[in-house]
């Protein structure tokens, strides 16, 4: 569990300092520069792009985080796997290319009357997808090497800085927005070097000859894991991204305040990514030697960590809403965002709270259960945004993803407490609920709001200073966390081996 708290904490400095470029991008730049179409463009050729690269994947990103430890002998081979992570998801990336071209029109006709921006950009998504492909194929590699602080680096702060820098040639006239558009394909590019380079910095780019003959009972197992998580995979991606694409065929302009109000509600989930990353090999080689001990080891504590970090996060970003959207340039076109960030954000602390059920999963002996799961939650995430989009708008894809994010969770931890025994709850995520509930709760109801943007600025500053000291405290205090009271004892008495 060391080794996890301090990657996490490493990846969490880095996924923080993203959110930091991201909300001067997302809640200045953006609404400053441009108008809520093109931010909704802007936004939909990722997530479109994102749909793609994971589709193409093949399943491989997960093959590399379930095999890895089998093929990996010692500090210098690895059985001609890197070779294998790299031609797999070619073959995958190349078919999707052929059937985007085949089914061109028919892109063309959901999106030509309502998004017709959509439809001149087609051309992006291809070479976007591409390197984000590869950019998760080796931020996968980097993850099974016990590497995340880089990878994280380059996806959470080079991405969101490159966004900056071309944001701001547009807004100097440097660069056209036809230019702009196409320097999204350009970073992508760079993260793809970048991480090619970090891994031969570390020696960890072994490109041998795979022997097919020498794994061949192996392999087999890696195609049908693969093939369960390629159609697992990118049901679950399109769940996640299914309200923007529907959102976009209804009203570019309502997908770029939708857009800036759900990054504000997944802000929360930042430390999740970081503690996700870094646990998934231990949980891989936990099922690999069978040892439930330390599985539920991970899984409880972390789920503990998460409920914390969420709690104040959520309470922070729920607390403060009003004055963030009064420090947004053209607030008024965007503060109609306001339930979905509140919606968005209660999702998120739920997905936080209930631990790494979805990885414990995957990495499982039984994992061809989460396909069915995923299958059946997809559908039904697709079903929820079909009613409630062309009746409550972006509050009713927002509403979508809060019950399709509680509904997996819930038979997840069902799923895990079947089959092993195991559940991510304690008394102290019973405590740490309740600090956060609390606090929010206190806060709220003074309803203290600035009316100018120095009063907002300054009322942001003390209530998340009074609440991120009185909620520490009051962790620390009543030793809600293990991990959180060693790492501070660690300091605070340097004398004591911990």
Known sequence: MGVVLRQSVKGTLSNYLGVVLGAFTMLILFPKLFEPDQIGLVRVLQDIGLLVATLSQVGIVNIIDRFFPYFHEDKTRNNGFVLLIILYPLIGFLLIFALLVLFKDLWVDIYSDKSPLLVHYFIVVIPLAFFMLYQQVLEAYTRAVMRITVPIFVREVFLRLALIVF????????????????????????????????????????????????????????????????????????????????????????????????????????????????????????????????????????????????????????????????????????????????????????????GLNAEVIISSPFYRINFFLTIFLGISNIVFNSLLIPRYGMEGAAIGTLISYSLSNCIRILIIWIKTGMIPFTRASLGALLLSSALLISVYLLNINGQSLIESALIIVVKSIVITVVFLLCTYKFKLSEDFNHLVDRYIKPQKNY
């Open 167 to 354: 944001t701001l040639l547009y807004a100097f006239n440097c660069i056209s927005f036809d230019a702009f558009i196409y320097s999204l394909i350009l970073s992508y590019s760079f993260t793809v070097l970048i991480l090619i380079f970090y891994l031969r910095h570390l020696k960890k780019l072994w490109v041998e000859r795979f022997i097919y003959s020498k794994h061949k009972v192996l392999f087999k197992e890696m195609v049908k894991y693969g093939a369960i998580i390629f159609l697992t995979g990118f049901v679950a991606v399109l769940s996640a991204r299914i309200d923007v694409v529907m959102l976009s065929a209804v009203s570019l302009e309502m997908t770029g305040v939708y857009s800036i109000a759900f990054f504000m509600g997944t802000v929360i989930e930042m430390p999740k990514r970081a503690i996700s990353q870094i646990s998934i090999p231990l949980i891989a080689n936990g099922w690999k030697n069978n040892d439930l001990t330390s599985l539920k080891q991970i899984y409880s504590r972390t789920s503990i960590v998460q409920t914390l970090i969420g709690g104040l996060f959520l309470t922070l970003l729920l607390v403060n809403i009003k004055d963030i959207f009064n420090l947004m340039p053209n607030s008024e076109a965007y503060i109609t965002g306001i339930t979905v960030v509140f919606i968005i954000g209660i999702s998120r602390f739920v997905d936080m709270a209930t």
